[in-house]
């Protein structure tokens, strides 16, 4: 199955400064790759995401950029805020029988000091 | 409505216990998941089901038993379960298998199994 890794497993930045987490994956036949943040105690949230045939999508500050040749991808969280301190997983879907699902790093704890 | 409703929020439950996690959704969507979470870790995949039907068991054991009642309820049995299956239960729901959508997360449902 698909393969996903996550790095930074931590990222403590000032606030105000600029994030950046990425991902890899393995198999080339991934056309969805979501980003979820959770904030502890919570449920995870879906807050940007993006498909194969797009290099790169913007929501205010939250990008995410797709390179499919090298098979990864990132986060980028600009003027980051406390508020912005979660843990964000990254995914990649699967593909024939495991269509639907979703195959998630391990996580980026991300802290952002005021 | 642009929930998943899960409960309860939290169980206790003896290792020779018989309960019941219940999960709602009233956006339509026709796929339906349960996830594991353990603290500092990525969701797991249990199960998928697809328009009803169960369409991915991710090896559990059988001591968890899902049932879809129908397009908007998704049940997770629970019997003489261990204390090593104390972890978040994330039930969560996208459009449709067939294209890969994000999902919508419910709030879980904490576990602990004494």
């Known amino acids: 199955g698909e393969n996903v890794e996550q790095h930074p497993s931590t990222l403590s930045v000032q606030e105000g400064d600029s994030a950046v987490i990425k991902c890899t994956y393995s198999d080339s036949a991934s056309n969805y790759f979501p980003w979820y943040k959770q904030e502890l105690g919570k449920r995870p949230q879906l807050i940007i995401d993006?498909?194969?045939?797009?290099g790169e999508k913007k929501d205010q500050r939250i990008a995410v950029t797709l390179n499919k040749t090298a098979k990864h991808f990132s986060l980028h969280i600009t003027e980051t805020q406390p508020e912005d301190s979660a843990v964000y997983f990254c995914a990649a879907s699967g593909r024939g029988s495991t269509l639907g699902r979703l195959y998630f790093g391990r996580g980026t704890q991300l802290t952002v000091w005021p | 409505d642009t929930e998943v409703t899960q409960t309860p929020k939290h169980l206790v439950m003896g290792m020779t216990n018989k309960k019941s996690l219940k999960c709602e959704q009233h956006?339509?969507?026709?796929?339906m998941y349960w996830y594991k979470q353990k603290a500092k870790k990525p969701p797991e995949l249990m199960f998928v089901?697809?328009?009803?039907?169960?369409?991915i068991n991710e090896s559990v054991p059988s001591r968890f038993s899902p049932e879809c009642p129908n397009s908007s309820l998704l049940n997770l049995h629970l019997h003489a379960l261990q204390p090593e299956d104390s972890a978040l239960y994330l039930c969560?729901?996208?459009?449709?298998?067939?294209?890969?959508?994000?999902?919508?997360f419910g709030s879980g449902t904490r576990l602990t199994v004494v």
């Open positions: 993006i498909r194969s045939n797009v």
């Open positions: 956006m339509g969507h026709r796929a």
């Open positions: 089901y697809s328009y009803e039907k169960l369409s």
């Open positions: 969560a729901s996208s459009q449709e298998t067939t294209v890969n959508y994000g999902y919508t």
